[in-house]
RNA sequence: CGGGGUGUAGCGCAGUUUGGUUUAGCGCGCAGCGUUUGGGACGCUGAGGUCGGUGGUUCAAAUCCACUCACCCCGACCA
């Protein structure tokens, strides 16, 4: 390709809307150009990047067993209420109507879809097991897209879902992909951290992500440097140790004049925060939830809410926690009636806590479970915390943000139940397929990418994912021979296979080498009156501070080298 | 949805506080001509603007007021 025909330009400053590198470089080397925002144009070196990941991720997928197939990004929205989904995803799912007032959704994914259609050819269980994929773009509405391609309302993603007969046969197509994916993201020259997940409003178990280490992620990532241990912070769990204050004493009511907060109140009686019990509100679908969980401990809400499965969970206003007849300050879930409680099973590990009186100005010592209160539900709805120990290994966790790059989980019969799927075995009685889901984002992965392969001039694409493999760049100067030794130089790599990009514009060096170190091509190749002097070209990778002199008749093969 | 910020040429910005020599300006980019060519060259000439939109105040609005739209950031939320 002759620059001086591509269509895109670079810009030397940086974009006003773009915050992150990823997204400032993408839009300064002019790879994508924004519509509105989180919808983008990819201009044809950003398509190409795009492309080349797909082809990477089409081939391991393809190798995995997968079958490639596409369905439609418009769905009937009945489908979505089938499942109860358009209410779990809320205002997040478009949605529009046809002509004849028929409501219908633009696909954020395709359980619905492809459950449905698998349920219509899948009979036996000698149709098993199957992986189905797409490669599309699919649509959510979010709530603020952010970072460019990290978030966007238009995206490329990759969704493959597996069926299957059993648990066991899940766990065999489960494996498949998860090695797929660490293919993939080799390949792509992506190191990347599996963690554990949660698995959010699609539901399901044995959920994983796989996480770009990077400044501008999106998600925390506590994990344990010791062993292997590595969690996203919504799921992830430490060890919370015990409170031994002894044997269970009375319980005492003591005076805690103007005291609030569980810091004031621990600081006014003496106590560790860890020594006392904190008490928080909550709605849940409009129903008021209290929760109990140790002082120094703080509520994970996705944790919580995977016990209430509500579809709107929000902490309770000060009048609404007054108006259910709390005493806001001294809350405790001692002799509490008519609320349904929810402990972290923190407040059952010890003895002797300070928990609310349930009074003005008066808390109780030695609050003991389940002598004293007793809770609906005992479960982790802890945020584990870097610093915390490891419940594996009891190192010291620590933590970092990460990009989710892919999310892998497990389905089970949760939507083959709901769309009827199902397949007769050998006895010859039916059940339902056993299914897997497992997403893969290629914008997110190319942003991703170049958060992770940058310097201060611009980006460096790993070889497999670049636009283009080779920059070539002459330095013209009138009289000299540089523009037929290029012109002849790009036939002949092209010739042979090469992806090249030709600078043949009347710049001036420094334009020229800037634009290669922003544009991030692997290989550049110098051709001027200099190194024609020595019957040579200059070879430098993008990766590399180092150049090289080469040949001229040895600069193709070496370049078909490199790049195989 | 709550909080904050920004909308002036393709891009980056100044001008707005205190309305009037502003015919709305600068840098980059763009077009033409000439010189230049190993790390964002230079000269000359030129094109390019509903000052986000609507309404209002005024003799006069990029500038003041009201409403509104868009974009960005933080938070909430999120696959």
Redesign the pocket.
């Known amino acids: 390709m002759r620059i001086s025909k591509l269509f895109g330009?670079?810009?030397?400053?940086?974009?006003?809307?773009a915050?992150?590198v990823s997204h400032q470089l993408l839009v300064r080397a002019g790879m994508i150009n924004?519509l509105?925002?989180?919808i983008y144009s990819y201009l044809p070196l950003g398509w190409r990047v795009l492309k080349k990941i797909e082809n990477i991720i089409r081939d391991e997928m393809n190798k995995a067993g997968g079958q490639e197939l596409t369905m439609p990004v418009l769905q009937p929205f009945e489908m979505w209420q089938l499942s109860g989904r358009d209410r779990?995803?809320g205002k997040?799912l478009f949605s529009l109507y046809d002509r004849r007032e028929r409501r219908l959704a633009l696909g954020?994914t395709h359980e619905e879809v492809v459950t449905q259609l698998a349920g219509r050819y899948v009979q036996s269980y000698r149709d098993l097991p199957l992986m189905l994929y797409q490669i599309q773009t699919k649509f959510?509405d979010?709530?603020?897209?952010?970072?460019g391609l990290i978030?966007a309302r238009e995206f490329s993603m990759k969704d493959l879902y597996s069926f299957d007969v059993d648990e066991t046969g899940l766990d065999i197509s489960y494996q498949k992909m998860l090695q797929a994916y660490r293919n993939i993201f080799e390949r792509c020259g992506l190191p990347v951290m599996l963690v554990e997940a949660d698995?959010?409003?699609?539901g399901g178990k044995d959920s994983r992500e796989f996480m770009v280490i990077a400044e501008s992620g999106?998600d925390e990532i506590i994990y344990c440097p010791g062993c292997h241990y590595a969690a996203n912070a919504e799921k992830a769990v430490s060890v919370k140790g015990r409170i031994d204050n002894g044997r269970p004493l009375p319980v005492a009511e003591v005076a805690t004049p103007g005291m609030g907060t569980i810091e004031e109140v621990a600081g006014f009686l003496r106590v560790l925060q860890s020594h006392t019990l904190k008490a928080v509100f909550y709605i849940a679908d409009g129903e008021m939830v209290f929760v109990v969980i140790r002082g120094d401990l703080a509520v994970n809400?996705?944790k919580l809410?995977n016990i209430l499965k509500a579809t709107d969970l929000?902490m309770a206003t000060e009048a609404e926690v007054i108006a259910a007849g709390i005493v806001a300050g001294a809350a405790s879930p001692v002799g509490l009636k008519g609320i349904k409680v929810i402990a972290d099973d923190s407040v059952t590990s010890g003895t002797n806590f300070v928990a609310g009186g349930n009074k003005p100005d008066t808390h109780l010592r030695n609050v003991n479970y389940p002598r004293d209160f007793k809770a609906d539900t005992v479960v982790d709805i802890a945020s584990a915390r870097a610093g915390d120990r490891c419940l594996k290994c009891g190192g010291e966790l620590a933590s970092t943000l990460g990009i989710?790059v892919g999310?892998i989980f497990k389905l089970e019969t949760t939507y083959s139940s709901k769309f009827n799927a199902s397949y007769i075995d050998e006895k010859g009685e039916s059940h339902p397929i056993v299914m897997g889901c497992y997403g893969m984002g290629l914008s997110r992965l190319m942003a991703a990418a170049v958060e992770q392969n940058h310097d201060a001039?611009g980006i460096i694409w790993p070889l497999s994912i670049a636009p283009y493999h080779v920059y070539l760049c002459p330095?013209?100067?009138?009289g000299s021979k540089v523009a037929e030794v290029a012109e002849k130089l790009y036939t002949d790599l092209e010739a042979e296979g090469l992806e090249v990009l030709f600078d043949d514009r009347?710049?001036?060096?420094?334009?020229k080498?800037?634009?290669a170190?922003?544009l991030g091509i692997p290989l550049r190749v110098?051709v001027?009156?200099?190194?024609l002097q020595k019957d040579s070209v200059?070879l430098?990778l993008r990766s590399k501070k180092e150049?090289e002199l080469v040949p001229l008749e040895k600069i193709v093969g070496k370049l078909r080298e490199l790049i195989s």
């Open positions: 330009k670079t810009l030397r400053e940086v974009p006003a809307e915050d992150i924004q509105v925002a989180g779990a995803l997040v954020p959510r979010e709530p603020r897209p952010r970072g978030r698995s959010g409003a699609i999106e809400e996705i809410n929000r989710e999310h001039k330095l013209y100067r009138e009347e710049e001036s060096p420094g334009v080498f800037n634009d170190d922003l110098t001027s009156p200099r190194t200059e430098k150049s």
